[in-house]
């Protein structure tokens, strides 16, 4: 079974759309939809915002429905000028930019009480990914828009980044190509439990001052390319 958590409603829709539904149970004051997607087992979430409700889900899910592995599907906003709307980050790496312990001389993103700054993600959930893409936009070779991707580190952190400076510090500080407010968080509650598990972010925005403009808009976008990957990668696995 697969587990697949969003921080939205719009950006898990397209996804349950093309799920055949087989039930849905409440846990943690969560709802958890049932049911195949890509003929596969899954079980599906809407987090809310924010790393505490993205950790009590993911935490929820594996005790209650013991997946073999988790995605965190949803949108981002662009640290990089190499990222235009609705292009996809695949997370190689993530990290918590709001985690600061710099007074104990310790580098920013540390979890204090261990050796982590930076959680790796699943290597072959990530390659089913990349191929989920590869494969679409090989179908697209004769006609429509390619998907663009890029893998490396996303940034979580409970703030809405909408300035550049604060673009900027996240960005050179962690090398980071995208910021969201959930993924890290997943990855921590995934390393505990020694979950597999890959995060999968679309831009919605560009993570500056001009990150309001036409949001809800960019959002959809974003997030019907997140849940073509998602659907292609669950016929592949």
């Known amino acids: 079974m697969t587990g697949i958590i969003c921080a939205l409603p719009e950006e898990l829709k397209e996804i349950q759309q093309a799920m055949e539904p087989d039930g849905q149970l409440i846990f943690s004051g969560i709802d958890f939809y049932l049911g195949k997607l890509g003929g596969k087992e899954v079980v599906c979430a809407v987090c809310g915002v924010g790393k505490v409700f993205a950790a009590i889900c993911a935490q929820t899910m594996i005790l209650k429905f013991h997946p073999d592995e988790i995605l965190n599907v949803?949108?981002?906003?662009?640290?990089?000028?190499?990222?235009?709307?609705?292009?996809?980050?695949?997370?190689?790496?993530?990290?918590?930019?709001?985690?600061?312990?710099?007074a104990l001389g310790e580098p920013r993103g540390k979890i204090l009480g261990s050796d982590i700054q930076y959680i790796p993600t699943t290597e072959s959930i990530r390659d089913g990914l990349?191929?989920?893409?590869?494969?679409?936009?090989?179908?697209?070779?004769?006609?429509?828009?390619?998907?663009?991707?890029?893998?490396?580190?996303?940034?979580?952190?409970?703030?809405?980044?909408?300035?550049?400076?604060q673009k900027q510090l996240i960005a050179e500080e962690f090398e980071a190509l995208a910021c969201?407010?959930?993924?890290?968080?997943?990855?921590?509650?995934?390393?505990?439990?020694?979950?597999?598990?890959?995060?999968?972010?679309?831009?919605?925005?560009?993570?500056?001052?001009?990150?309001?403009?036409?949001?809800?808009?960019?959002?959809?976008?974003?997030?019907?390319?997140?849940?073509?990957?998602?659907?292609?990668?669950?016929?592949?696995?």
């Open 130 to 165: 990349f191929s989920a893409i590869m494969m679409l936009n090989g179908e697209k070779a004769f006609g429509g828009s390619e998907i663009r991707a890029m893998q490396g580190t996303i940034a979580s952190g409970d703030q809405f980044i909408s300035s550049k400076g």
């Open 74 to 102: 949803g949108v981002a906003g662009s640290l990089s000028a190499g990222l235009n709307i609705a292009d996809i980050v695949i997370a190689r790496q993530l990290v918590q930019h709001d985690m600061d312990v710099t």
């Open 180 to 237: 969201e407010m959930e993924g890290a968080a997943i990855a921590q509650v995934c390393f505990v439990n020694k979950m597999p598990f890959c995060v999968l972010r679309a831009i919605s925005d560009s993570a500056d001052s001009s990150a309001h403009m036409d949001y809800p808009h960019f959002v959809a976008l974003a997030a019907s390319n997140t849940a073509k990957v998602i659907k292609c990668y669950m016929t592949q696995i």
